[in-house]
């Protein structure tokens, strides 16, 4: 899923109107754990509004009057209809993930076309990305960030292009492994095929392998490796959790995806197995990790190590720490912040991962663990923008540019796990 605004928090933003009267859009998710996500969304005008008790598509209606000016009322006709039909299990996960990111589009485009005083550049100007040359130069571009006292006009990607279906897509660092997604290829439910990049001509193999997350580091690990002795073969299944857990549409979005997941999860482990590669790296996300428990978690990422490692014991272990998960949409929110400060807040979900469940799972499967949290935050806070690059394009899914820009240092402690 590249969009999970339904699945958590609030956005929640002070706009003037054309008229001049002050408004308040929120749009809201369920909390963790309280039934199926849905969108509801309240507009306050004067004292005048609608409740979270007011019926679904009036809501939508009422939200779609709003952004008429704003943004296509052909997206905000497909969001009430998608919302619709999610209600009813009713969505493929393909057709989740456009739904979603067409809510995040909603908000984003408000944002930009209402926003108090302006903070960002209008068009479509990309900003200077290279890649960064060590951690310190990292960590001290993450500080600067958090001080700065407004938010860049140049941003890479830009803010524009992050509000169209197409742009997010393919901003975000998934979207270089479409070729190698079930969601994408449905055969590769039962046939996986993996993307390969890196040194495409190199004999040593490097299995990266998650959810959509594990997109986060195609973009820096396909750059860092290309001149190594490693290629890197790719297999990922956006919402599709990465711990082997037989699972049910109580924790999935629907019985057909769990059922996919279960099945790709047998083929793809032993499809791994059979290549014996040098490393297989596993990236885990906070999908749906307030239905699964820590120790549930724990068996299911040993389950999936030894069977992707059955045969070939010397096979390197790695975990990529899990990246970082904010608290609201970072395009939206930087579209109408003073300073990314107000952007950085993460949840606290995300704080408890770092703490609790990336150490134990390195250490229940004997991996090595790859912190990440300091490539992206000092303390609880993360930098919703950092040497320029917008960081996200949505919660937690890393941009092609941000990833880039890390290909050295990420590729520098990969290639230090394998020692």
């Not at 750059?223 to 857990?245: H, I, R, W």
């Not at 724990?298 to 030894?306: I, P, Q």
């Not at 606290?348 to 663990?369: F, G, I, K």
Request: aromatic share 6%; with cysteine.
């Amino acid at each position: 899923m590249i969009m999970r605004l339904v699945n958590c928090h609030c956005i929640r933003e002070q706009v003037v109107s054309s008229t001049g009267a002050l408004e308040v859009l929120q749009v809201q998710g369920h909390a963790p754990g309280r039934g199926s996500p849905h969108l509801s969304a309240r507009v306050a005008r004067r004292g005048v509004g609608w409740s979270d008790a007011t019926p679904r598509t009036q809501r939508i209606s009422s939200v779609e009057q709003k952004f008429a000016g704003v943004t296509s009322g052909r997206v905000a006709a497909n969001v009430s209809d998608d919302l619709k039909r999610e209600g009813r299990g009713m969505l493929s996960a393909r057709a989740m993930r456009k739904s979603r990111i067409r809510r995040a589009i909603l908000v984003l485009a408000s944002s930009m076309a209402i926003a108090l005083p302006m903070q960002v550049a209008t068009g479509d100007v990309v900003g200077a990305s290279g890649i960064a040359n060590s951690l310190q130069a990292v960590q001290s571009a993450v500080q600067s960030s958090l001080a700065a006292t407004s938010v860049p006009r140049t941003l890479t990607p830009s803010l524009s292009s992050l509000s169209t279906l197409t742009g997010l897509e393919t901003s975000i660092g998934d979207f270089e492994g479409k070729a190698c997604n079930p969601n994408d290829v449905p055969a590769q439910v039962s046939a996986p095929v993996p993307c390969l990049f890196g040194n495409p001509n190199a004999a040593k193999t490097i299995v990266l392998f998650g959810d959509s997350n594990a997109g986060n580091w195609i973009p820096a690990f396909a750059t860092g490796l290309a001149t190594s002795q490693y290629k890197l073969a790719v297999f990922m299944f956006e919402g599709c959790p990465t711990a082997d857990l037989n699972y049910t549409s109580s924790q999935l979005t629907t019985a057909a995806i769990a059922t996919n997941c279960v099945t790709w999860h047998a083929a793809v482990e032993r499809d791994i197995a059979s290549m014996k590669p040098t490393a297989i790296v596993a990236v885990q996300s906070l999908a749906m990790s307030w239905k699964i428990s820590i120790p549930t978690w724990v068996g299911g990422m040993t389950k999936f190590f030894t069977n992707a490692t059955a045969g070939t014991p010397s096979i390197k272990r790695i975990i990529m720490g899990t990246s970082p998960f904010f608290h609201t949409a970072v395009p939206a929110c930087l579209a109408r912040a003073r300073t990314p400060l107000q952007c950085a807040a993460t949840t606290p979900m995300y704080q408890t991962t770092l703490t609790s469940r990336d150490p134990a799972v390195a250490a229940a499967v004997h991996a090595s663990l790859i912190p990440t949290n300091t490539w992206f935050c000092k303390g609880s806070l993360c930098a919703p923008v950092v040497a320029g690059n917008v960081v996200v394009g949505d919660l937690d899914h890393t941009t092609i540019a941000e990833s880039t820009y890390l290909s050295h240092v990420a590729t520098t402690a990969l290639l230090a796990a394998l020692r």
